[in-house]
């Protein structure tokens, strides 16, 4: 059974950075980091395949960095220019079947146990 722990997060003030990890106990074939606020839905961030291929949802391009060791067993996030809007709870996901870098949270069935990120003004 795969399980996901994760580490990292924090506060910080806006334009500050951080660094988000998450280890599996065996690899996976895609992995992702979702953002959930409250009153809304958790919302894919960035995503990982284990061919290299990346995806991010617009808002973070060019600040976010997702990474994943060769072993497709620790993924992290590292976070740069953080702004307020970037606050919530991070879950790393992953999914045992190649979706590519999906964002598409239906398609990940393994789950983190949540991060809290807030950034302050």
């Known amino acids: 059974q795969l399980q996901l722990m994760q580490s990292g997060g924090g506060s910080v003030q806006a334009k500050g950075s951080l660094r988000l990890s998450c280890t599996a106990s065996r690899s996976s074939a895609s992995m992702a980091w979702f953002r959930q606020t409250p009153g809304k839905e958790r919302a894919g961030v960035a995503a990982?395949?284990?061919?290299?291929?990346?995806q991010y949802v617009d808002s973070v391009k060019g600040r976010f960095t997702i990474s994943q060791d060769n072993a497709m067993t620790t993924l992290h996030l590292e976070m740069n220019s953080l702004q307020p809007e970037d606050s919530g709870v991070y879950y790393c996901?992953?999914?045992?079947?190649?979706?590519?870098?999906?964002?598409?949270?239906?398609?990940?069935?393994?789950w983190g146990q949540g991060t809290q990120v807030t950034v302050s003004s």
């Open positions: 990982i395949d284990i061919h290299g291929k990346i």
């Open positions: 996901a992953a999914s045992l079947t190649d979706i590519g870098p999906s964002l598409y949270l239906p398609f990940y069935t393994l």
